[in-house]
């Protein structure tokens, strides 16, 4: 079965570093989504692209965030410089493109700033 | 914005135990539902959705939820859980655009 993939699964960065996490959607998939999950919380949409291009991103934080998608196929999210409060699972996902189909997550990255 | 309300955040319960856990959601115009299962150790995966026709909708596993509209409620059940129905459980709901909002989840450990 086809799955989302995302690297690296756990990384630990100190203050005012930069950081990149990488999504690799499944084959056909036209919308991508990145979600951060703070513990004890739900995921949180950051930004949904659909083919390369961003369709919402009204909760990305773009002063210190960034996130590209450049053919339309694997996406790369990331953080410059990261804060205290980055520390979260980093969730990608991704769908063919209707409201109603599924969205299939990746395993996360566990994001640890300190 | 779409608001998602869990109303357990723990669930502990007995094999063989019922379970029933609630999802409200604000937004009174047409939605799509969801309900995601986390294992330990595993990614997020649909465990089932509805969008319109018979309220009850049925999903993997043995669950079930069902849709009250004039209660803007999801609710999700199972008759009998099983030590491996231990997971942490999110509603989701969108309305018509792609954008779900999940709930805060429900972890539910069932105890052998």
């Known amino acids: 079965e086809a799955e989302v993939a995302q690297s690296p699964r756990y990384k630990i960065t100190e203050k005012s570093q930069a950081v990149a996490f990488w999504c690799d959607p499944i084959?056909?998939?036209?919308?991508l989504y990145w979600y951060r999950q703070i513990l004890g919380q739900g995921p949180e949409l950051l930004v949904q692209f659909q083919d390369e291009s961003v369709v919402d991103d009204s909760q990305l934080p773009k002063d210190r965030f960034s996130a590209e998608r450049l053919k339309g196929v694997d996406s790369t999210l990331k953080i410059q410089p990261a804060e205290l409060g980055d520390s979260a699972m980093y969730l990608c996902?991704?769908?063919?493109?209707?409201?109603?189909?599924?969205?299939?997550f990746g395993p996360g990255t566990r994001l640890t700033v300190l | 914005a779409q608001s998602v309300s869990q109303h357990n955040h723990h669930v502990i319960l007995s094999e063989a135990a019922s379970l029933e856990l609630g999802c409200n959601y604000s937004?009174?115009?047409?939605?799509?539902l969801f309900w995601y299962v986390q294992y330990p150790g595993q990614h997020l995966q649909l465990l089932l959705k509805y969008f319109s026709g018979d309220p009850l909708v049925k999903g993997i596993k043995g669950f079930e939820a069902e849709f009250i509209k004039s209660k803007f409620s999801f609710n999700l059940r199972k008759p009998s859980v099983q030590w491996s129905d231990t997971a942490e459980y999110f509603c989701?709901?969108?309305?018509?655009?792609?954008?779900?909002?999940f709930g805060a989840g429900t972890t539910v450990t069932v105890r052998a």
């Open positions: 996902a991704s769908s063919l493109g209707n409201t109603r189909d599924t969205q299939y």
């Open positions: 989701a709901v969108n309305q018509g655009d792609y954008k779900l909002s």
């Open positions: 084959s056909g998939h036209a919308t």
């Open positions: 937004y009174g115009g047409t939605v799509n």
